[in-house]
């Protein structure tokens, strides 16, 4: 192997074909004894100093080395360092000069952050050479350099425990279709009653993202909605974990509904041969096929001598020799090969997964955008029609509008996450005195906040469940929107998407005692509505029919660059909190 000597083959060394004859034996005499010894350790010291030089020395390099700076993912780092040990220890020179390499494990959402300027990292970070786990990563990088090769792959798949896997098979087919039914919380009585979704958070994890960027593209091709997808990403923006070693402690944990995550091949695989688990982890396969995580190989050094380094480190990692490293570290070659190592044994199978393409950038960052969205908090004020009219059949059910909306608005809550800050007020006409349409029911908090020994949501269900509509009441709505319009202005929260939830029926303002009429409503919306704080209305107006008041609710909404639905049958309401939801989106 170039650059590497035997000691046994240094000039005079022990050579077996000549051995001279033993020297004449001579008495020792007394000052005499160590003399031989002494000779012996000289001329072990001469010979190893000799070895040294020898094996150490780089033949063509001179002057000063040429340093480069590896940062490599935390799951590849391993496999990338022994690579490099080996490269550096060859004696390869590059221009006359000897490369000494340094690798580092670091977050790939951190390196891209840094490459980008935006978002949190965990300190400097700026490599001659990048290996993340993903392309994906690049997408949010401007003027990305394009890869000069891979330096592995591995699929991204379900896992369970053995235990649940077991436990799967007579209600659960690993599948992109199947984790989105159990994922989705507009159907939490579905399948996501026996199985739960865990996520890795698609902003800090190629796997997580890659997950969903499947998902999505198999619920698409499947004609699914947007809405389903809001319902699927409002789900998992609430069942994330941070690390699969966080993934791996869950999936192992008895439940009542069996854990299913989401992660790379790779990481089961060392799950299972580095903590060697009483109830190790098991891969499945979606049917439809996945995305793999490419490990592209991105040269980023500027000078042109550490450009050359980094190009034959590349070329080290994309050998023979460097293939077969990283799958002794449980990866695929960029091919999808799989090493023996992939075996059932290890929780995993050799055997290569259908492909499904990653995505273009635009749809990458689209999806990353959503995800961002959906994860903001939520402040939302209910405002619930309760005048004479709700007290009006909703359909041909014979249910009441009153009793529709409460039933839906509960169904609706289930939507949202404890720590979303929600209230309700009550509005008809006089209800707190001459003028004043509206009253608070329940005050805005988090859900799971405790009130007198009840939680929030709790607090809400009861009301709702309680409403009903005033046989004599009218409709002050045009003074209660602007009542609830200042109230959210003026509590805005800009960590949060701040909402107007209007539940009506098809009458609008009609409002006996005068107050705000239709115009000024709306000249007051427009007025007070501030993109940079903006609160939005959103309005569900039950069986409005007349051309003028879907026109007038149409453009107080738009005034705050909300949205007005009005759905005529129980059923259209069901997906309107989607809808809702879906708007962040947009």
């Known amino acids: 192997m170039g650059g590497r000597h035997r000691t046994d083959e240094l000039d005079g060394g022990f050579d077996p074909q000549y051995e001279p004859p033993p020297p004449p034996r001579r008495r020792a005499g007394r000052g005499t004894v160590f003399v ?32 480069l700076s590896v940062v490599a993912a935390p799951d590849i780092q391993p496999a990338i360092q022994k690579i490099a040990t080996r490269f550096g220890k060859s004696g390869r020179a590059v221009d006359g000069r000897c490369v000494a390499v340094t690798v580092k494990a670091a977050e790939p959402a951190d390196v891209a952050n840094a490459m980008a300027g935006t978002g949190p990292t965990s300190g400097k970070l700026d490599p001659d050479l990048w290996i993340p786990d993903s392309s994906l990563w690049l997408s949010g990088v401007k003027n990305a350099p394009e890869p000069t090769g891979n330096a592995a792959s591995t699929p991204v798949v379900l896992a369970a425990s053995k235990t649940g896997a077991g436990k799967l098979q007579s209600a659960f087919s690993p599948s992109w ?30 796997s997580g993202l890659g997950a969903l960027l499947a998902g999505a593209a198999v619920l698409k091709q499947g004609g699914g909605s947007e809405e389903t997808l809001v319902g699927v990403l409002r ?52 049917a439809e096929g996945t995305v793999s995580l490419d490990y592209p190989i991105i040269v980023t050094a500027k000078d042109a001598a550490t450009r050359k380094a980094a190009q034959a480190l590349a070329s080290e990692v994309t050998s023979p020799n460097g293939r077969k490293t990283v799958q002794d570290y449980g990866f695929r070659a960029p091919d999808g090969k799989g090493g023996s190592l992939l075996k059932p044994d290890n929780g995993v199978s050799a055997k290569k997964p259908a492909a499904i393409p990653l995505p273009d950038a635009a749809t990458v960052t689209r999806l990353s955008q959503a995800w961002h969205q959906i994860k903001l908090g939520t402040r939302l004020l209910a405002l619930i029609d309760i005048s004479g009219t709700m007290a009006l059949p909703a359909d041909k059910t014979g249910v009441t509008r009153m009793r529709a909306i409460a039933d839906l608005t509960v169904e609706g809550l289930k939507l949202f996450p404890d720590k979303a800050e929600i209230g309700i007020w009550a509005f008809s006409d006089n209800l707190r005195g001459e003028g004043v349409d509206w009253k608070p029911v329940v005050q805005i908090g988090p859900l799971a906040q405790q009130i007198n020994g009840v939680t929030r949501r709790d607090v809400i269900n009861q009301a709702l469940q309680r409403a009903e509509a005033i046989p004599t009441g009218n409709t002050g709505l045009n003074d209660t929107l602007w009542a609830a319009y200042q109230k959210m202005t ?5 960590d949060k998407v701040n909402t107007i939830l209007l539940f009506t029926d098809g009458v609008g303002n009609d409002d006996p005692n005068g107050g705000i009429s239709n115009t000024e409503i709306l000249s007051k919306l427009k007025d007070a509505y501030d993109p940079k704080r903006p609160v939005s209305l959103l309005i569900i107006s039950f069986n409005t029919q007349k051309d003028e008041d879907q026109a007038q609710m149409t453009s107080i909404a738009k005034a705050t660059g909300g949205a007005a639905y009005f759905p005529q049958t129980i059923l259209e309401i069901r997906n309107i909190f989607l809808k809702g939801i879906a708007r962040r989106l947009q």
């Open 36 to 67: 031989p010894l002494a000779g012996a350790v000289a001329l072990a010291v001469l010979l190893g100093v000799a070895a040294y030089v020898v094996v150490n020395k780089s033949p063509g390099c001179a002057g000063e080395k040429i340093q």
């Open 177 to 206: 279709t199947g984790l989105m039914s159990a994922a989705n919380a507009a159907n939490p009585d579905g399948l996501a009653r026996k199985v739960r979704v865990l996520a890795l958070d698609p902003t800090q994890n190629a």
């Open 235 to 286: 789900q998992l923006s609430e069942s994330t974990v941070s690390t699969p070693d966080s993934l791996f402690a869950t999936l192992t944990k008895a439940a009542a509904r069996i854990p299913v995550g989401v992660t790379s091949e790779q990481a089961v695989w060392s799950y299972n041969t580095t903590t060697t688990p009483s109830n190790p982890a098991v891969a499945l396969y979606p």
């Open 490 to 494: 003026k509590e805005y929260e800009p």
